[in-house]
């Protein structure tokens, strides 16, 4: 069964960087592309960025270009956020989740991990 | 940019049809996804590409996508149903979320 667990996440003081990762499994992980999706406490969701199968195309939310970086290592089958530049406004539970349909990215996200809390406070 | 709008709750019956519905510009030219999130879990997809279903998800749950307006239907509703839904869709490289509908059965 497909599983993706999410891990990095912590306290963090404005300014600093943090990474998370995400552990999948029970899927072929190279043919899927992959998204970041998070939610601030008591808030609904953000779309946060995407990653292509082959990691050749990276789309970024306005809120987050230029400070967020999203990477994959297949080896690994594993998906990286590298956060940079951290805000308060960016406390949320972050998601990874699955792209529906291999090598697409238009599509739904069929599943996601239970989360890794990021607080930016000082 | 493109935005969803929901309605910020909704209340049904027990054993009553609920409707959640999702508003944009020509939405219905877009591919509309509902998701349902659980307090404390994850979101799950429950309809996708407007009307399907994904395995493991009652036939209660419809969905339906024309015009301005996409709904989310589920029918005969349960204790089990009440949580957050959400409405997606894509738009110029771009996912966006509706801001969430929060279900309570009565």
């Known amino acids: 069964q497909v599983q993706l667990v999410e891990s990095g996440g912590g306290v963090v003081q404005p300014g600093r960087s943090l990474r998370l990762s995400c552990a999948a499994s029970?899927?072929?992980?190279?043919?899927?592309?992959l998204h970041w999706v998070r939610q601030a406490p008591g808030k609904g969701l953000e779309w946060v960025a995407v990653?292509?199968?082959?990691?050749?195309?990276?789309y970024y939310a306005d809120s987050v270009k230029g400070r967020f970086t999203i990477s994959r290592d297949d080896s690994k089958n594993t998906l990286y956020l590298q956060m940079n530049s951290l805000r308060a406004e960016d406390t949320a539970v972050y998601y990874c989740?699955?792209?529906?349909?291999?090598?697409?990215?238009?599509?739904?996200?069929?599943?996601w991990g239970q989360g890794t809390l990021v607080t930016v406070s000082s | 940019s493109y935005e969803l709008t929901q309605p910020l709750s909704v209340s049904v019956a027990l054993g009553q049809t609920a409707r959640i519905t999702c508003g944009a510009n020509?939405?219905?030219?877009?591919?509309v996804h509902w998701y349902q999130q659980k307090p404390g879990q994850a979101p799950v997809l429950v309809i996708y590409?407007?009307?399907y279903r994904p395995s493991g998800i009652p036939e209660r749950f419809s969905g339906s996508n024309s015009g301005n307006t996409a709904t989310l239907t589920i029918s005969r509703a349960q204790a089990g149903d009440e949580a957050d839904y959400y409405c997606?869709?894509?738009?110029?490289?771009?996912?966006?979320f509706g801001g969430g509908t929060k279900l309570t059965v009565l």
């Open positions: 989740a699955k792209v529906g349909i291999a090598a697409t990215l238009n599509h739904y996200f069929d599943y």
């Open positions: 029970g899927f072929t992980f190279s043919s899927y592309g």
């Open positions: 990653i292509s199968f082959d990691g050749s195309n990276k």
């Open positions: 020509n939405i219905g030219s877009k591919n």
């Open positions: 590409r407007d009307t």
């Open positions: 997606q869709v894509w738009d110029s490289s771009t996912w966006v």
